[in-house]
């Protein structure tokens, strides 16, 4: 590490990532975003850019952002609205650093630039509420279950008819309320026989790790998960564990830290750290398989932050193997969405879409690079984002191809693209991957 490389408010120095795991290896914050040679190839597959068509909001813009802060050619203050809107528009989605020949990652440079202003991005009270995952998980799961239950209730019907949702700050109540499925059940109620026997299994061969939709919204993708790794491992569920990703992606990477060390001290105290850690969403994967990054000074928790990500595993790894099927048995075409945060393109993806391939042969629609999908974890609800033009465009590219189905690897990313299907295109449906050969 340069001791004397460009940094960005030295103050709280363990509230800022300085290296970043990129695909040429650790790269500090400057080298990073001196290796941008504003050739701009980024800019048309940014979802940002193409709503805007402003060069500052451009991942060219948002890196030359960085390098003139960090030379101190442009001061960081909250009072510029078009800096604070640049930052809080991002969708942090990576699609500009797979375009980008240095690999660049603008989004964790985004983030940076986030974290040194302190911005929180979101509504403060949910702020204050979803920020409960990570310091009070079970205070969470108990706040999280009353509110579902009024809300099944038509608490927040009442609400929004007794117009409390105008008031400022309670409006992302409509877009939650829109955005829920009408009737779900708890993974409580579908788990409570099997949970019994989970919690009794001496020897697990694999740990579960349920995303916050699969915990409390969409209960079906932790059954469906549970049964694909039970056909090949004896597996123990731990329920209500967050990872520090919330913490990470809206500003606070001490709480982030924190947090991971917490999941790598049990994982560690569960036969000895070697059991693979299963997630249902691309989101927390990609995270923990990032996880050394957050402990790139402490070498004992960045070996051990490198045997989490090396044991994390995505849960289409447990997919039975396809046969050629192909697509005779498929009415309507097949898209994939990849709606996850900091990579579009990866082992995954690339899995998945092979998956596809061979079981929907030509009804799977390949996505063009500047075709909008999903933005992922909360974007619709954070400040100054475009989450209806890019939501809008992405229904357009559906329709367009007279998609049926979309498959997305994310539960709470199916929710977001249903939200729009439902209102702008009713004759496609999304669902979590997991379902693809259901
Ligand atoms: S971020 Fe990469 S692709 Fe974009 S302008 Fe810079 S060098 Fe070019
Ligand atoms: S992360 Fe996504 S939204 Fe942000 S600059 Fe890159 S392409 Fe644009």
């Known amino acids: 590490m340069n001791p004397s490389a460009p940094r960005l408010e030295l103050r709280h120095p363990e509230r800022h990532i300085w290296e970043f795991q990129t695909e040429f290896g650790w790269r500090e914050q400057y080298d990073c975003v001196a290796h941008c040679t504003r050739c701009g190839c980024c800019a048309q597959t940014c979802p940002i850019y193409q709503i805007k068509h402003q060069e500052s909001f451009s991942p060219r813009g948002r890196n030359q952002t960085l390098r003139l802060v960090l030379e101190k050619k442009l001061n960081l203050t909250p009072s510029n609205p078009t ?24 989004a964790e440079h985004v983030l940076e630039l986030r974290r040194t202003l302190h911005l929180r991005v979101l509504p403060r009270l949910l702020f204050s509420f979803l920020r409960l995952r990570d310091v009070r998980p079970q205070l969470f799961a108990k706040l999280t279950r009353i509110a579902l239950f009024l809300r099944r209730w038509k608490a927040i019907k009442l609400l929004r008819v007794l117009q409390f949702t105008k008031i400022p700050g309670l409006s992302w109540l409509n877009r939650l309320d829109d955005m829920l499925p009408n009737f779900y059940s708890s993974l409580d109620s579908i788990l409570t026989a099997e949970e019994k026997n989970l919690c009794a299994v001496t020897a697990p061969t694999a740990i579960y790790l349920p995303s916050l939709e699969a915990e409390f919204i969409l209960p079906q993708i932790a059954r469906r998960t549970l049964d694909l790794i039970k056909k090949q491992q004896t597996p123990v569920i731990w329920r209500n564990f967050p990872t520090g990703l919330f913490a990470y992606i809206y500003a606070d990477v001490y709480q982030s830290r924190r947090t991971l060390l917490r999941l790598m001290r049990r994982h560690t105290k569960t036969a000895h750290g070697k059991l693979p850690l299963v997630t249902d969403s691309i989101d927390i994967y990609l995270f923990l398989k990032r996880a050394p990054q957050l402990f790139r000074n402490k070498k004992y928790w960045q070996i051990r932050a490198q045997k989490l990500a090396d044991c994390t595993r995505f849960v289409t790894d447990y997919l039975p193997p396809v046969q050629n099927t192909s697509a005779t048995s498929v009415s309507g075409n097949i898209r994939l969405d990849s709606g996850s945060l900091f990579e579009r393109e990866n082992d995954i993806l690339e899995q998945i879409r092979q998956i596809c391939y061979t079981l929907f042969g030509k009804n799977f629609v390949e996505c063009s690079y500047t075709d909008a999908d999903t933005p992922a974890f909360g974007y619709a609800f954070s400040a100054q984002n475009c989450a209806e033009q890019i939501g809008l465009k992405t229904v357009e590219a559906i329709a367009r191809t007279q998609t049926k189905k979309v498959f997305v690897l994310s539960g709470l990313a199916a929710l977001e693209l249903n939200y729009f299907l439902k209102r702008f295109y009713p004759a496609a449906q999304a669902q979590h991957v997991i379902h693809i050969n259901e």
């Open 83 to 106: 800096l604070i809107a640049l930052l809080e528009s991002c969708t942090l989605c990576g699609r500009c650093t797979q375009a980008c020949a240095g690999k660049i990652p603008t």
